[in-house]
């Protein structure tokens, strides 16, 4: 599985931006794709995720502001992020996990995180 991750970008406080994730390889089952982000000296944090069954989660610092989205057909998932705000710089990754065929086996694979910087 490969995750190109695109969209990141230079915004001041209150603008938006869309973030893009293609997903190309195997397809998990019980999968779950999203995005976590990581700010310098900071742990990576889940932003939001959404699973097979289009069940959504989202961190409480976005809520309101991201909206999180699929498209199946094309295996892309995005992410809307309004109102931004300075704390919202972070390294974006994309993440995608699930299980084997067999529901045996744990798999998780990150793209290379694209840059978000939100100037106040």
């Known amino acids: 599985v490969q995750l190109q991750a695109s969209g990141g970008g230079l915004v001041q406080a209150g603008g938006s931006l869309r973030l893009s994730c293609v997903a190309s390889?195997?397809?998990?089952?019980?999968?779950?794709i999203g995005w976590y982000r990581q700010a310098p000296g900071k742990q990576r944090e889940l932003v939001a995720d959404?699973?097979?069954?289009?069940?959504?989660t989202y961190a409480d610092s976005v809520k309101g502001r991201f909206t999180i989205s699929e498209d199946n057909a094309k295996r892309q998932v995005y992410l809307q992020m309004n109102n931004l705000k300075p704390e919202d710089t972070a390294v974006y990754y994309c993440?995608?996990?699930?299980?084997?065929?067999?529901?045996?086996?744990?798999?998780?694979?990150w793209g290379l995180g694209t840059q978000v910087t939100v100037s106040s």
């Open positions: 993440n995608y996990r699930g299980r084997n065929l067999f529901l045996t086996e744990e798999y998780e694979y």
């Open positions: 390889g195997a397809t998990l089952s019980n999968n779950v």
């Open positions: 959404i699973n097979n069954g289009g069940t959504t």
